[in-house]
């Protein structure tokens, strides 16, 4: 018997989360998303504007934040999870070891896990009673009813509209979410292109659960993204994003069109390397540097018209679900 119920799950008023997004999130965004009633999610580097190399600082580093969030709510929310790569284990991937040591030591309940399905993982969160939200970063069936067999409790099916890192096929939402929705028994979270209530209709119509919404999050006055890059994708259209990687698209920066010339001559180049060497998404999205910085957002920003509250967000993108 299929479970449709997302709300159940999560905990949550809607069938709404918050998708972590690295720097773009901070414990004030993730604390006024839960307040609103979506699940919101602490994101790699939330809260912060400069990177550490070492395991044990991250992981304090999102302590930090954990009870930054604990101390604005009392609602549900989430930390993001990097799953082990495929034959590693869990020792072995020492930041992710840390940061669920220290997520099981702060009574973390929702785990939001990225990556390919891992055993271990998945038994060690369940093991502490966590909540298992799973995004294959390239959703297939396979990996889906992997997941569903290794305990997932909500799955997200991410179609290639998607801001962030993009899936290594070309399926689109309205092809992957159903596709993922038949394959599994377990609620479907839909992600990718969602930016207002249309978009959250579609992905029910589709037999999705709830959705799972990043790049709309970006535009609301709690998100940490620098106000000159908000403007920015407010003003910006589809055709004004270009390929920079082979995963990544950006809006049309100066960078941006550097290193798309450089994939679009060779598309073997590692740009998306090239792009983390100058610190990923954190020049262009959190300083506003166009010059270094690339703007990662999802296809479907003609959707994004204007700034508002995460509270105001919340109520529009959930208008008539429940
Ligand atoms: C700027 C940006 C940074 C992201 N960083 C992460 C990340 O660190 N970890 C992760 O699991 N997903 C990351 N994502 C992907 C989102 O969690 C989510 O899958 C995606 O935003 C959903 O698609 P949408 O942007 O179309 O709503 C990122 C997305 C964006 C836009």
Do not use: C
Request: charged content about 20%; hydrophobic content about 40%.
């Amino acid at each position: 018997m299929r479970n449709n119920n997302a709300t159940t799950v999560l905990q949550t008023k809607y069938p709404l989360v918050q998708a972590p997004m690295s720097w773009m999130t901070d414990a004030n965004l993730v604390a006024t998303v839960s307040e609103a009633g979506g699940l919101g999610v602490l994101g790699l580097n939330a809260g912060q504007r400069d990177v550490t190399s070492s395991p044990e600082e991250t992981a304090n580093r999102m302590r930090q934040q954990i009870q930054l969030v604990k101390s604005k709510t009392t609602k549900p929310f989430g930390i993001n999870i990097v799953a082990p790569r495929s034959g590693q284990s869990l020792s072995d991937a020492i930041f992710t070891d840390a940061l669920l040591q220290m997520a099981y030591e702060e009574n973390v309940t929702h785990f939001v896990v990225v990556g390919e399905a891992h055993e271990e993982l998945f038994k060690q969160i369940k093991l502490h009673d966590g909540i298992l939200i799973f995004r294959p970063s390239t959703p297939t069936i396979e990996q889906a009813q992997l997941a569903e067999k290794l305990g997932t409790d909500l799955l997200v099916a991410t179609g290639s509209d998607e801001g962030g890192e993009l899936p290594e096929q070309e399926a689109g939402t309205f092809t992957i979410v159903p596709a993922i929705v038949d394959a599994v028994n377990i609620p479907v979270l839909a992600a990718s292109g969602i930016n207002d209530h249309r978009g959250v209709k579609a992905a029910l119509a589709l037999g999705a659960a709830g959705v799972y919404i990043g790049s709309r999050f970006l535009v609301t006055d709690e998100s940490p993204m620098a106000d000159e890059v908000k403007k920015y994708v407010i003003r910006s259209n589809f055709d004004d994003l270009v390929r920079v990687s082979a995963i990544r698209r950006s809006l049309k920066t100066p960078a941006a069109l550097r290193y798309a010339d450089m994939y679009r001559i060779d598309p073997q180049k590692d740009t998306e390397t090239l792009i983390r060497q100058h610190g990923g998404m954190r020049p262009g999205m959190l300083e506003a540097d166009f010059n270094q910085g690339v703007i990662s957002v999802n296809i479907g920003i003609n959707e994004i018209n204007e700034q508002s509250s995460v509270a105001e967000l919340v109520e529009s993108l959930m208008t008539d679900i429940i």
